[in-house]
């Protein structure tokens, strides 16, 4: 009985304290935010975390330990609308600015002191922002390694835990059309081929680089690329379209939502008086609206300045020269405790995941101006799920503003479509807080979930599409014409 106790006590205790190192080394606040937020819940359930990570958290709670990559060499401000180019291209350019951020992060003094330590960690957690060459810190600390992931499952991702992927049915992360016709899968399978060639040519010996440069003697990249013994995906099937996932892989989508707050007094007039109603517009965190074009500007107070609903806008700047009476600017608002508001009936967004999150868990329909990288996917699949219509940003006008403004407003099925998709969000035996805290501790308890391994990642690239097999057959069956015509024709 006492013996019982003990073994019941001592496993409370390990999986209570737990050392968990984070790694989100991606200087976008979008991405500190989730990793903030990630860790923040894994120190409230007791375990001591330290959050590797460019920003600096002003209220660090009890366990939350940080080391701080402050930009070494001042940084230029990225104007994001400028960002139009093909997705071969994007992949492209995201996969050599990874290369560059984790040299950073590698260089970086303040990661070279936390590596100097030599600190035991039980658990490692990376940002996957095509960061394969971070995995090599589960080799260095010699801790499992749980991959977490903004988006869901992709030909990028699907690797590192043999994830299948068919890319008849679906859809990769720069896909640009949703419809099952030939066309549309003839431009996945180019997509797919780009994506793996540049994956394999160029990406994968980058990362392989850059680990030797910094840790002399590492092993070879495939000696810990398929290591991983989770990916937490921040998906939801309310959201992303429901696909194959092997069981490494965990969908927390919906984790980062909060509970609301009262919102300052304010802004709760502002909404309380809106009596027709308010639209809600923000473009995110990385992309400045003072950046906008000037065209772009003017077509959307064109459209704003004819609606009967209160606008509010996050607008960073003092002042918006040209605005509207019913246009309300502030540079920063509570995004979440806004949504939770009565009279807030539509959210104009950039179609980032985090907002479109929000957008369904309260039940809000969106207009989307997508620019790049999972924006226009996201779009897409809202439009798709009926909560929402989408404009790419580089084509905005006046007149598709306002007509797409008004058909939102005024027909009821997009309202009814998002809350219907909150529900089915909501529906599940346990939170998306909750998942992620058990995935991440039974990673733990099971000294990386081995187990979990698909026996997929033990193949070779040709074992795995069989080519061999294929290449037989083809031979079996060539010398048997041969044999026959010999024998018979002859
Ligand atoms: C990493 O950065 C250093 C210094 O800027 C540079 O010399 C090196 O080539 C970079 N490595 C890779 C793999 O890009």
């Not at 903030?36 to 330290?50: D, P, S, Y």
């Not at 002003?58 to 080391?67: A, G």
């Not at 000696?223 to 921040?234: Q, S």
């Amino acid at each position: 009985m006492m013996r019982c106790i003990v073994l019941i006590l001592f496993l409370i205790s390990i999986s209570q304290c737990a050392r968990i190192l984070g790694v989100f080394h991606v200087p976008g606040k979008s991405h500190y935010a989730a990793g903030n937020t990630l860790m923040k819940i894994l120190a409230e359930r007791g375990h001591e975390v330290t959050l590797v990570s460019p920003f600096k958290e002003k209220k660090p709670p009890k366990n939350f330990n940080e080391v701080v990559l402050a930009p070494t060499a001042p940084q230029g401000k990225a104007n994001f609308f400028n960002f139009n180019v093909h997705p071969i291209i994007q992949s492209y350019i995201y996969s050599s600015i990874s290369i560059s951020m984790i040299n950073e992060t590698f260089s970086h003094p303040e990661f070279k002191k936390l590596l100097k330590t030599k600190e035991k960690f039980d658990l490692i957690i990376i940002e996957y922002f095509f960061s394969d060459a971070l995995k090599y810190l589960g080799v260095y600390f010699d801790a499992p390694v749980i991959i977490y992931s903004a988006l869901d499952a992709n030909s990028w991702i699907n690797p590192s835990v043999a994830n299948p992927m068919p890319i008849s049915s679906v859809q990769d992360l720069t896909a640009s059309s949703d419809v099952l016709s030939f066309y549309s899968r003839l431009d996945r399978t180019f997509m797919y081929t780009c994506n793996s060639l540049i994956r394999n040519f160029l990406y994968i010996p980058a990362h392989d680089k850059v680990v030797k440069e910094h840790f002399p003697g590492a092993p070879d990249i495939d000696a810990y690329f398929d290591k991983a013994a989770l990916i937490l995906l921040n998906a939801d099937v309310s959201i992303n379209a429901p696909i194959p996932k092997v069981p490494a892989m965990v969908d927390i989508g919906g984790f980062h939502v909060k509970p609301t707050k009262p919102l300052p007094k304010d802004l709760q007039d502002i909404l309380d008086n809106a009596v027709n109603g308010v639209v809600y517009f923000s473009m995110g965190s990385n992309l400045q609206s003072s950046q906008m074009p000037k065209e772009t500007l003017a077509a959307l107070l064109g459209a704003f300045s004819k609606l009967k609903e209160t606008v509010l806008w996050k607008w960073e700047d003092d002042d918006l020269p040209g605005k509207p009476d019913n246009v309300v600017i502030r540079k920063w608002l509570p995004q979440n405790d806004i949504f939770a508001h009565k009279n807030i009936k539509l959210f104009i967004t950039h179609g980032g995941i985090f907002s479109t999150i929000e957008a369904v868990y309260h039940g809000i329909p969106c207009l989307a101006f997508p620019i790049f990288g999972d924006q226009i996917l996201n779009a897409q699949r809202a439009t798709e799920n009926g909560y929402a219509r989408w404009i790419r940003f580089h084509e905005i006008t006046e007149e598709r503003v306002a007509t797409e403004i008004r058909d939102l407003l005024t027909n009821p099925k997009y309202s009814e479509n998002v809350k219907a998709r909150s529900r089915i969000m909501l529906d599940k035996p346990v939170s998306a807080v909750d998942r992620l805290v058990f995935w991440v501790e039974y990673v733990i308890r099971h000294k990386g979930a081995d187990h979990l391994r698909v026996a997929g990642l033990d193949l070779t690239w040709y074992q795995y599409l069989l080519v061999d097999v294929i290449v037989l057959i083809s031979i079996c069956s060539l010398l048997s014409v041969l044999f026959i015509r010999y024998v018979f024709v002859i």
